[in-house]
């Protein structure tokens, strides 16, 4: 294939099927995940690719929401997988090296970071956040890499509840299909569950 083709193709580096896939995931998948993943190109007994295309990556979450979350609603099955990507990630040697920092640190600082974690995991995306108050910030993703924002979701819940955050609202604002906008809210005590536009009780 023409290195300018390989050049802009959307790819998610092995670090983040690692986290996700490997780590956080391995002793949920079923047999039957274990084979449909296969069939789309991750072979878990196998070593892991250098990169997966973007399109396999949204394959591979669709599989795994349903394989993994069954009982769930679609909105909870994706938030649910973006919570695990993040606990995933903070096994991998870069997640334990940048989370350790940037949690000591409390939310704000560590949602500063979170562009350059998105970024470190694929070739492609952006993410912008914008303070709007001590415990409150809008965040833009470039490609949120999943079908719908919940994943997204999950995740930046999940990078707040590590910085010691709690009563923790993550909202999406606007999604066009691949971009999104997030309203995020939180208390600094880490003491409720996470919610997607409402509060978990």
Not at 22 to 28: E, I, T
Not at 85 to 97: I, N, S, V
Not at 117 to 130: I, M, P, S, Y
């Amino acid at each position: 294939m023409p290195s300018s083709v390989l050049a802009n193709e959307k790819l998610l580096f092995a670090q983040s099927v690692d986290a996700l896939f490997v780590r956080a995931l391995g002793p949920h998948l079923t047999r039957e995940g274990r084979r449909r993943l296969r069939e789309l190109g991750l072979d878990l007994n196998e070593p892991l690719r250098p990169a997966y295309a973007l399109e396999q990556w949204k394959a591979f979450l669709r599989v795994a929401a349903s394989d993994v979350f069954p009982a769930a609603s679609p909105r909870e099955a994706w938030f649910n997988l973006g919570e695990r990507y993040l606990q995933g990630y903070r096994q991998t040697a870069q997640g334990r090296a940048s989370m350790a920092f940037v949690t000591r640190l409390g939310p704000r600082p560590t949602l500063e970071r979170v562009p350059h974690n998105v970024r470190a995991g694929n070739n492609f995306n952006e993410v912008r956040v914008e303070e709007l108050g001590t415990h409150a910030a809008t965040l833009w993703m470039k490609d949120v890499t999943a079908d719908n924002p919940f994943f997204a979701c999950g995740f930046l819940s999940e990078t707040l509840r590590s910085a010691g955050a709690g009563d923790i609202l993550v909202d999406p604002v606007a999604f066009d299909g691949t971009a999104a906008t997030f309203r995020l809210s939180w208390t600094h005590a880490a003491t409720r569950a996470v919610a997607v536009g409402l509060t978990r009780r």
